[in-house]
């Protein structure tokens, strides 16, 4: 393993917008970002019991406190699990950010176990920003925009990290 990751990048860039906890619920499709979280010690970690309710807490915490609310998902069936807490988002005006795993580049398309076609499920609930990032020098750029649009329209935003992104080598600043 990369001594720093695109995950890792990705953890900075929530550190570097105040977040203070990501709710989410694990799995192996967002184990990179998983792995970044742990090694960082920040943001924390809410363990949710179910990937919807890790979206609805990721509202709460938008609803109540005025930030940004983030939650973490793992493709496929987890991803669609997030959809109900992001249509509350979207209703209520409240600004989320959803990280979503996905598989990795090379099977997109190829209809591989638990693969969906992300950007279309995420297209009207994230209307104002869902994109995937297929190299490691888009994640911080795709990371700001989801936070910057999130904050500027209030409503939800998804990224979405292929699997081979979130644990490539951290590309060179420079």
Wanted: contains cysteine.
């Amino acid at each position: 393993m990369p001594d720093k990751t695109v995950s890792d990048l990705d953890v900075e860039r929530l550190t570097a917008w105040d977040v203070p906890r990501v709710f989410g619920y694990s799995g192996d499709g967002i184990d990179g970002v998983m792995g970044a979280l742990r090694r960082a010690g920040k943001p924390a970690f809410v363990q949710a019991r179910h990937e919807e309710t890790a979206a609805f807490m990721a509202v709460g915490h938008a609803k109540y406190t005025g930030g940004v609310g983030v939650c973490l998902s793992t493709q496929g069936p987890g991803a669609v699990h997030l959809i109900n807490g992001l249509y509350d988002a979207k209703l209520d005006s409240k600004p989320v950010v959803a990280i979503v795993g996905q598989q990795v580049s090379t099977v997109l398309g190829s209809a591989y176990q638990q693969e969906i076609d992300l950007i279309r499920l995420f297209g009207d609930v994230c209307a104002q920003f869902v994109q995937a990032a297929y190299t490691p020098q888009q994640v911080p750029m795709l990371v700001d925009k989801a936070f910057r649009t999130a904050l500027a329209t209030r409503s939800p935003t998804c990224v979405i990290l292929p699997h081979d992104v979130q644990t490539a080598p951290a590309p060179d600043p420079t």
